[in-house]
């Protein structure tokens, strides 16, 4: 229980001011980093028509995500915003995921992941809707349909930002939580490790879809 609210921080004076790092953060989203390396690497190492179990895998998440990212773009655009998706889907997925291994904690629990990865798909939808449209266009857009609707049109497009990273970062915080009292009450009889399976895998996924399909949404929006 002790667990519970205790954050590693790794504090660095710059200038009179203090930048703080939550390391377990950080070492756990580099860790999945890592494994996605190495299992990118393990199932591309050996191609062949007959594939292995992780070449099998491979191509059955990158296949499936870019034909999803195909439906909501077009087969003009899959091709070059598919492996994004896929990427931030795999990421996404083992960051929820890992916590499950004991010692373990998922970079999602800190608000910082979720809101980087959410600021990079923010970032990445309106340049794809400024090249494609045109500057002109793309700021048009925030004063439809009339000129004194652009603020609240700005509010609606920050708050995207808000809303699938809270919703990730919530549900997944919440899940630890709720594991971690549970364990700490029935002294992890039975109970928590199928809280652990719901909470880790199947909520762990959901929300992992969910993350990557708003992304892919948000630049369709964007783009059309």
């Known amino acids: 229980m002790n667990e519970l609210g205790k954050i590693y921080q790794l504090i660095v004076p710059i200038g009179g001011y203090t930048m703080v790092f939550n390391l ?12 996605l390396i190495v299992f990118g690497f ?5 191609k062949a028509l007959l594939p292995g179990p992780l070449q099998l895998m491979g191509e059955l998440v990158v296949s499936k995500l870019f034909q999803l990212t195909e439906d909501a773009l077009d087969e003009k655009l899959a091709p070059k915003y598919a492996p994004l998706i ?36 923010f970032v990445i939808a309106h340049h794809a809707g400024i090249k494609a449209k045109g500057f002109k266009k793309y700021a048009k857009a925030y004063f439809e349909p009339v000129f004194f609707m652009m603020p609240l049109n700005l509010i609606g497009e920050m708050a995207k930002i808000v809303s699938i990273s809270f919703r990730l970062f919530g549900n997944i915080m919440g899940g630890s939580i709720i594991i971690l009292v549970v364990s700490y009450l029935v002294y992890n009889i039975l109970l928590p490790p199928l809280l652990l399976a719901f909470f880790g895998l199947f909520v762990g996924a959901i929300q992992a879809f969910v993350f990557t399909m708003l992304t892919v949404v948000y630049i369709s929006v964007q783009v059309k």
């Open 86 to 121: 896929a990427a931030t889907f795999m990421f996404m997925l083992l960051c929820n995921w890992i916590g499950m291994i004991p010692h373990l904690s998922e970079p999602t629990k800190d608000l910082n992941t979720p809101l980087s990865m959410g600021l990079l798909g």
């Open 24 to 35: 377990d953060a950080i070492i756990m989203a580099w860790l999945v980093i890592i494994i």
């Open 42 to 46: 393990l199932a591309a190492r050996k």
